[in-house]
């Protein structure tokens, strides 16, 4: 679901011609549209350097009809370990992305604040909906509001003893998934905060 939804997304972009980053197993540019990016291994390449070309005002397009075969994480762990680091790139990446985030840059400031600014702020977005929730919660609508936060968080407990046991059910476990990929998320903001991650990658298993 989760891939459908992004690639979909994508899509969407390339008709407009800005696809916000690019898929970093099958992309391909104009060589003389490269510029050098900083020789760090923590840095998003496949992120920055359509960045940069859809800044300087090329087409950023999506091509539905391509296909690149890539092993996805085996197991819970190993998706968390990804996005851990994905998350820590992002925060990373974000000294890069601040000239394009003017409103000024049309969509590509647009498709950045809503595709992957948002998104990587999540994590803190959900607890400070579930903290209002709760100072509201002597209003009926607000009780139901924070009834239902409370279940979903339930539900991905559940989908987390579900998982150990090596089953799927899709009421448990899409909710697991989606608290688990925050929770990654944090954890990387943290690792950021405090420099913590491995400028290498941890290989999870595929």
């Not at 969407?12 to 291994?41: C, H, M, N, W």
């Not at 600014?117 to 609508?141: A, D, K, Q, S």
């Not at 924070?146 to 979903?152: P, S």
Request: hydrophobic letters at 50%; charged letters at 20%; glycine letters at 6%.
């Amino acid at each position: 679901i989760y891939w459908s939804y992004e690639n979909k997304i994508k899509e969407l972009e390339g008709k407009i011609k800005t696809t916000i980053g690019a898929t970093g197993v099958i992309y391909a540019i104009r060589k003389e549209l490269f510029r050098s990016v900083p020789q760090d291994k923590s840095i998003a390449c496949d992120f920055l350097i359509p960045l940069r070309i859809a800044g300087e005002g090329f087409d950023v397009v999506y091509e539905n009809e391509s296909i690149a075969m890539e092993n996805t994480s085996k197991n819970i762990k190993g998706e968390f370990i990804r996005k851990v680091r994905i998350g820590f790139q992002g925060f990373q990446m974000l000294r890069f992305i601040i000239p394009f985030l003017n409103p000024f840059k049309g969509f590509l400031s647009f498709g950045l604040w809503s595709h992957k600014i948002i998104r990587w702020f999540t994590p803190f977005l959900l607890i400070l909906v579930f903290i209002i929730n709760y100072l509201l919660i002597e209003h009926t609508f607000y009780q139901v509001l924070f009834l239902l936060q409370t279940f979903f968080y339930l539900f991905s407990l559940l989908g987390l003893l579900i998982n150990l046991f090596k089953k799927k059910l899709f009421m448990f476990s899409a909710p697991f998934y989606y608290v688990t990929i925050n929770l990654a998320l944090l954890v990387g903001f943290f690792k950021f905060l405090f420099f913590q991650q491995k400028p290498t990658w941890e290989i999870a298993e595929r």
